[in-house]
């Protein structure tokens, strides 16, 4: 009897112990699959980031992934496939020698769906912006922008030398007969690839003939186009720090009459920007015609300061009007003469600039160049100690322009540029992403399923 108690008592504990021990290999396998799916979520996820579009790394320092991968296809079924292809890679391991190469986990991922996506174009260009500003803080770190801080200060400084001037200088600009002007100047466009002849490039520029007159379809761009969008949340705010770095980033990475050195589709890129026109030639030209109607004011305020020759118009004037016997026309005949005399040394300024010179904001009467007697006269370029020079000039153009604006004519210049390198003409960044979040679905061999869920955000 004491046998057949003794049989009982270990069939019962070897029962427990079996239990123990299943419930352990079942814990331990699933402790085991858990952190496997987790692992190979993370390198795959990452390795479908890998996959980013090199030319916008390359030329642009921008991390975006194209959903078509240089396909025809308008979903992102191709990074999910890509994504469930790299997690089932990783799952792969080969089994267990010792065990016959068993594998104890079985794990496959068999389908995978977004949940969350920020393209390139969403909310206006925020995640390019975004990112721009983010390599240009790196890059160049918190010294560079305090720099452009402490320009923006040297200039408040001029101004403030001269503040009467620049009281005249805002007269003249708000003025009613300063926005005719601007008006007549924007519409003496360029014709279709070739100069027109009262084209204001004429008078500023040495040689029309090599000015580029290439011209793209506005209607097949980020900026002219219907967009393709995401569902990703972006509440990101941009302050002045912000800016000042994206519109730096913008004069850094773009081509402009004077640097055309990168091999771009559109020449004048920074021009480009400015203006937003479809050909080179007109950008440029819309760029020239601010630099003559900036100059002129500025050039303005500083003759109505320069006793000396104004008192040279004023009698010139005067005595004009008194030959003809209508000595009340002085006043007018007087702005005329200062409207045109300030013009005539704008062309020289412009073509200062253009030549690669720099151009004093306020002149000084020993800075003036154009004399009364050649007013009319179409001047050479003068050279300056000190100064902006053209790209200073782009860049406070860039700086009064809308950075969403900017943004979407910088989203034109890069599809433009990714297509003639790529050869791809379907490229479109309304189907790059840099933010996603994706669904996995697992399945294990010994009959468990999973969800797997990640995000993955560049930013």
């Known amino acids: ?53 090199k030319e916008l790394w390359q030329e642009y320092n921008l991390i975006f992934v194209d959903a078509t991968y240089g396909y025809e296809t308008d979903s992102f079924i191709l990074p999910e496939e890509h994504y469930v292809g790299y997690l089932n890679e990783n799952f792969d391991e080969g089994g267990v020698s010792f065990l016959g190469g068993k594998d104890l986990l079985k794990l496959e ?50 101004f403030d030398e001269v503040s009467d001037r620049e009281e005249i200088a805002e007269e003249v600009l708000e003025s009613p007969v300063f926005e005719e002007w601007q008006d007549a100047y924007g519409s003496m466009l360029t014709e279709e690839k070739e100069v027109s002849l009262l ?69 004048y890129e920074t021009e480009y920007l400015i203006a937003g026109k479809k050909m080179d030639s007109h950008n440029l030209e819309a760029v020239v015609n601010r630099l003559l109607l900036t100059r002129e004011a500025m050039n303005m305020a500083s003759l109505y300061k320069d006793e000396e020759r104004i008192d040279a118009v004023r009698s010139f004037a005067e005595v004009a009007t008194a030959a003809v016997l209508q000595p009340e026309l002085a006043p007018a005949l007087e702005a005329a003469i200062v409207s045109i005399w300030s013009f005539a040394e704008s062309v020289k300024d412009v073509k200062t600039l253009l030549s690669g010179g720099k151009v004093p904001l306020i002149k000084t009467h020993d800075e003036w160049r154009t004399t009364l007697r050649d007013i009319f006269k179409i001047g050479k370029e003068e050279e300056y100690d000190s100064g902006l020079a053209y790209k200073d000039y782009l860049r406070i153009f860039i700086d009064l322009t809308d950075s969403k604006t900017l943004t979407k004519r910088f989203c034109d210049i890069c599809e433009l540029n990714v297509r003639e390198w790529t050869g791809n003409e379907r490229f479109r960044l309304d189907y790059c992403f840099d933010k996603w979040a994706v669904t996995a679905y697992l399945e294990s061999g010994y009959g468990y399923g999973y969800t797997l869920k990640r995000l993955y955000d560049v930013e």
């Open 1 to 53: 009897m004491k046998k057949g108690y003794v049989t009982v008592f270990f069939s019962i504990a070897i029962y427990l112990c079996l239990s123990l021990f299943i419930g352990l290999m079942y814990g331990a396998r699933e402790s085991a699959i858990r952190a496997r799916a987790k692992e190979a979520a993370e390198v795959s996820l990452r390795s479908v980031f890998g996959e980013y579009q």
């Open 199 to 267: 084209s204001t490039l004429r008078l500023v520029c040495k040689d029309v003939n090599n000015i580029s007159g290439t011209s793209v379809d506005g209607t097949r761009l980020v900026s002219g186009r219907s967009l393709n969008k995401g569902n990703s949340k972006n509440d990101k705010e941009f302050d002045l720090a912000d800016n000042l770095f994206f519109k730096e980033y913008l004069i850094n990475y773009t081509n402009n009459y004077l640097n055309d050195e990168k091999d771009t589709v559109l020449s």
């Open 109 to 158: 991922a068999y389908y995978a769906e977004t949940d969350e996506i920020r393209l390139a174009t969403d909310n206006n260009g925020a995640a390019i912006r975004a990112q721009a500003v983010n390599f240009m803080k790196h890059k160049y770190a918190v010294g560079y922008i305090e720099s452009l801080y402490e320009s923006a200060a040297t200039y408040e400084a001029t």
